[in-house]
Nanobody
Framework: VQLQAFGGGLVQAGGSLRLSCAASGLGSSRYRMGWFRRTPGKEREFVAVGTKYAPSVRGRFTISSDNAENTVYLQMNSLRPEDTAVYYC?????????????????????WGQGTQVTVSS
């Protein structure tokens, strides 16, 4: 199983970026993909999954997917310097008991390599 995330880069505050994450090797398995991010000195934090978003990005970020291409996207608008982080996509094979479990890193089985997003002020 491999998740490849790309699309990060350097952008000015107020700008936009679109991250992509392509999954391969999952075959016909049912899975859910989400996005997380990590800033230096902090734990990896939830960003988006399904129709749910972290409060800090709600209204600015949009997660979407192309099931035929096994790809999930994260459209990031109105970027802020505090959005600077390494962004990770992740795939969960198990069905969580509660959807809120998908906000937790422990729920996910596979992780992409991360893509750096830097927002300058």
């Amino acid at each position: 199983v491999q998740l490849q995330a790309f699309g990060g880069g350097l952008v000015q505050a107020g700008g936009s970026l679109r991250l992509s994450c392509a999954a391969s090797g999952l075959g016909s398995s049912r899975y859910r993909m989400g996005w997380f991010r990590r800033t230096p000195g902090k734990e990896r934090e939830f960003v988006a999954v399904g129709t749910k978003y972290a409060p800090s990005v709600r209204g600015r970020f949009t997660i979407s997917s192309d099931n035929a291409e096994n790809t999930v996207y994260l459209q990031m608008n109105s970027l802020r310097p505090e959005d600077t982080a390494v962004y990770y996509c992740a795939a969960a094979l198990r069905t969580a008991d509660s959807f809120a479990d998908y906000y937790n890193v422990e729920t996910y089985d596979y992780w992409g390599q991360g893509t750096q997003v830097t927002v300058s002020s």
